[in-house]
């Protein structure tokens, strides 16, 4: 984050002759550094600062130290203050040595400045490739853009040889977060070794990604190799970058960061939905460092005008532009920027605020992001939080709020300059409400666009902007929120409400129009050139890492939640137990024996193979019967940054296989504990473990059928009646009950069971006669029982078969509960 003389207030032009003034030197964190005249410095908890120091009150940008005619000054730009012998200021002027506290006037971390004698600076020389220490050359009026803030400028190299003759100098550059790339750019996003500017013959440059995670874009659209040149707009992480060609022919890179004190505009969106409207003609403009609330009656939009505003559900027509880009067009490059905190709480309660924050991390930084580096910076976003208390803390036990800013800490892990909130203060209590208001306050300070979808009105002042939505879908008041009940005429937004939903003959988008309010706080639009025409195929989001890589994230994180709900454990760890308990409380001794029944031994083994194959489906379709629908907030929020469907589900599949597969084992085992078993193998050479792989295929096809109802159904509560209506139904089409293999319709609905493969192939062990009960085991006999090895290898086939047509089915449905997002046409 390096110093910006514009933004800071240093005037434009060249930096004045330094000798005349003395150095600063400064001491913090361990750390020392000296100043010459006409550098500066920027202080903060962000890694990115040019001074980074770390602390529970520490701002992301707490202190601007900079050079001016009458001395160094300190200003400070944070939330908790800084605080010299003991009282705050807003600006010092360093006479002296001086200490500094930031945050906090007794305890905050200690900043040490003094004066020192003038040191004359170096005379730059040649430098080959790139030259990381030109910044403090460059004017003062060159270094801001509408695009971010410039942080270095590295020259590449002269053009003195005609454009037909060899490169002069720096033929490759190569770009990166590493310390051994040409250019450095300290960004958790940006790979170790991200891209390469490569000189061509003719002269020219292209740019080359060097296969990362998250892309290298050129004008917006992501290359793998493209040519560059004055007018073109490169993307990395959240650098932007151009060539610029100086008058004496030398080849500069022009290094942009985004800091989010950038504008935020939508004009004219409109969203139409099955011939219906839910946005008419909305359109707002946002300063650097805003937060906007959005309010409104029921179903006036606001929850479609977030979508519109994300990009997830681009706008039929009109435009958003972030930095005079437009985000539809450039959505691919800029959705890194953007974070979403939807309604529901997209955390797995289970966890720690540390440990969940960690999985996230794993998730949406590359691979070669060290865990050092992942750690650093999530220690960083519990800070700034306030969560630093609740690090190690179960999220079920944290209150609303607490659990509400770990949401937002999740998207803060990259850094976005933009942040959508859907409804964070819902079921929160007034103090709650107003300690997530503040908290959002605080993130805008810090230099980001916050927009907050609420219902809550009680702490709209905090807020700088409030855009109030009428019904059907159009801006009633954009303004500061002290002036909109001046503007309505009323007394409380209560009343407010109560006149939009009454008043339905006034036009409130055209009386807002005509308004003082809206020339002054709105404005002409801006172009119409990018106009929606209509949604395409769905943008995917790209990868941050591997499938397998994800896969294995994911099924730690996935085990890491199953074994932290010690109920759920427990519970199924008891549950074959108890069932194995119940087939020992049936009657008789044959067990699995059919020569011990022909013999007259009391007890009937068909009965006590439908139990053990019922039971083993029952916990099959326990198992995974909730696993999806009571994550799909995560889901959708996970994949619309880059998950892959097939890591998520084969995480569900592989963690949920051992489990269901360890319960199936210890039912047969134990249920069969102190009986006979099947008189004679049909293909493994014991009849137990023909009886154990049956329970464990019709456990695992059970469990990939209990993820696609769970894929299916919009509510967990639903799971539970489900579960009772499977376990029938696998009760009664196992045929176990029923001869059913000439049913015209039964029989062929019992395919989809199970059970029904999973009885059959104990059967086919164990030469279950034809019908529980009958004393003869050759007349009517199911062929799908025949104790021979090709029908038992038939038997197993068949539950295989299952579990990958459930599987399929439920990655199917897993599509439907997927952000949607078109991608505009230009």
């Excluded at 119409?528 to 990868?543: E, F, S």
């Excluded at 085992?669 to 009986?675: H, K, S």
Aim: aromatic residues 6%.
């Amino acid at each position: 984050m390096a110093f910006d003389p514009v933004r800071a207030g240093a005037p434009p032009g060249p930096t004045p002759p330094p000798s005349p003034s003395p150095s600063l030197e400064i001491r913090a964190g361990g750390q020392h550094r000296t100043l010459r005249p006409g550098e500066g410095l920027v202080v903060g908890r962000d890694e990115s600062s040019d001074l980074q120091v770390l602390g529970p009150r520490v701002s992301r940008e707490h202190l601007l130290i900079r050079s001016t005619p009458a001395g160094w000054q300190l200003v400070d730009r944070s939330r908790n203050g800084s605080f010299a012998a003991g009282r705050p200021f807003r600006e010092i002027t360093v006479t002296g040595p001086v200490t500094i506290r930031l945050g906090d006037a007794a305890e905050g971390p200690e900043l040490h400045a003094a004066t020192v004698p003038p040191r004359p600076a170096p005379v730059p020389g040649p430098v080959p490739g790139a030259d990381r220490s030109a910044t403090a050359t460059v004017p003062a009026a060159q270094r801001s853009s509408a695009q971010g803030r410039l942080s270095a400028v590295h020259r590449l190299a002269t053009t003195d040889l005609p454009p037909s003759g060899p490169a002069a100098a720096a033929p490759r550059v190569r770009i990166g977060r590493a310390d051994d790339n040409d250019v450095v750019v300290g960004d958790l996003l940006v790979s170790r070794h991200h891209a390469e500017l490569l000189r061509r013959p003719d002269g020219g440059w292209d740019i080359a990604d060097l296969g990362s995670p998250n892309g290298t874009f050129v004008d917006g659209a992501r290359v793998r190799r493209a040519p560059v040149g004055p007018a073109s707009v490169v993307g990395i992480g959240h650098a932007l970058f151009h060539l610029d060609v100086g008058q004496d022919g030398s080849v500069s890179l022009v290094e942009h960061v985004d800091t989010g004190d950038i504008g935020f505009r939508a004009d004219g969106l409109v969203v139409r939905e099955g011939g219906k409207v839910l946005l008419q003609g909305v359109g707002f403009s946002l300063g650097q460092r805003s937060l906007l609330a959005v309010v409104g009656p029921s179903g006036a939009g606001k929850s479609t005008l977030l979508r519109a505003l994300t990009g997830f559900r681009p706008a039929d027509e009109g435009v958003v532009t972030y930095a005079d880009r437009d985000l539809y067009a450039d959505y691919d490059e800029l959705r890194q920027r953007i974070g979403l905190v939807p309604q529901d709480d997209i955390l797995h309660p289970q966890l720690t605020v540390r440990r969940a924050l960690a999985y996230a991390a794993r998730l949406r930084f590359p691979t070669d992001v060290s865990a050092a580096d992942r750690d650093r910076r999530i220690e960083e976003v519990i800070g700034e939080l306030g969560l630093t208390g609740q690090a190690d803390q179960r999220i079920d036990s944290l209150s609303g709020g607490q659990r509400k800013r770990t949401s937002v800490a999740l998207e803060l892990l990259t850094r976005p300059s933009l942040l959508f909130l859907d409804e964070p203060t819902s079921g929160l209590d007034p103090g709650l409400d107003k300690s997530v208001m503040h908290t959002l306050r605080g993130l805008a300070d810090d230099g980001r666009t916050v927009v907050v979808v609420t219902h809550n009105v009680a702490n709209l002042d905090v807020c700088d902007r409030l855009l109030l939505l009428a019904p059907g879908g159009t801006v009633a008041y954009f303004g500061p929120p002290q002036e909109a009940l001046a503007y309505f005429g009323v007394t409380d937004f209560a009343d407010l409400f109560l006149l939009l939903d009454r008043d339905k003959t006034v036009d409130w988008a055209d009386r807002y129009r005509r308004s003082p309010q809206w020339a002054r706080y709105v404005g002409a639009p801006a172009s119409r050139r990018h106009q929606h025409l209509g949604p395409t195929a769905p943008a995917a989001a790209p990868r941050q890492q591997p499938v397998t890589t994800q896969f294995a994230v994911l099924a730690r994180r996935y085990l890491a939640v199953v074994l932290a709900d010690r109920q759920y454990t427990i519970f199924m760890a008891v549950l074959p137990l108890l069932l194995a308990v119940l087939t020992h409380a049936l009657p008789g001794d044959t067990g699995l024996s059919q020569e011990a029944q022909f013999r007259g031994t009391p007890g009937n083994p068909n009965s006590l193979l439908l139990v053990f194959v019922v039971g083993a489906a029952l916990m099959g379709s326990a198992a995974a019967i909730r696993e999806i629908v009571k994550e799909r907030e995560i889901y959708r929020r996970e994949r619309a940054i880059g998950l892959s469907r097939g890591a998520y589900l084969a995480s569900k599949l592989s963690v949920l296989v051992v489990v269901t597969g360890v319960q199936a084992v210890l039912l047969g085992l134990l249920g069969l504990l102190g009986r006979p078993g099947p008189d004679a193998p049909a293909v493994l050479g014991s009849g137990v473990l023909e009886i154990v792989v049956a329970l464990v295929g019709v456990a695992v096809a059970s469990m990939a059928l209990g993820l696609a109802v769970s894929a299916a159904i919009t509510n967990a509560d639903r799971g539970m009646p489900l579960l009772v209506l499977l376990a029938m139904l696998q009760f009664i089409l196992s045929s176990a009950l029923l001869q059913i293999q000439d049913s015209p319709v039964l029989a062929q609905l019992s395919w989809l069971v199970p059970a029904r493969w999973g009885f059959a192939l104990g059967a086919s062990t164990v030469a279950v006669p034809s019908g529980p009960g009958l004393p003869t085991p050759y007349r009517e006999r199911d062929p799908l029982w025949d104790h021979d090895a090709a029908t038992w290898v038939l038997d197993l086939g068949a539950l295989v078969g299952l579990t990958v047509l459930f599987a399929l089915v439920t990655a199917v449905l897993l599509r439907r509960i997927e952000p949607i997002r078109g991608r505009r046409r230009r």
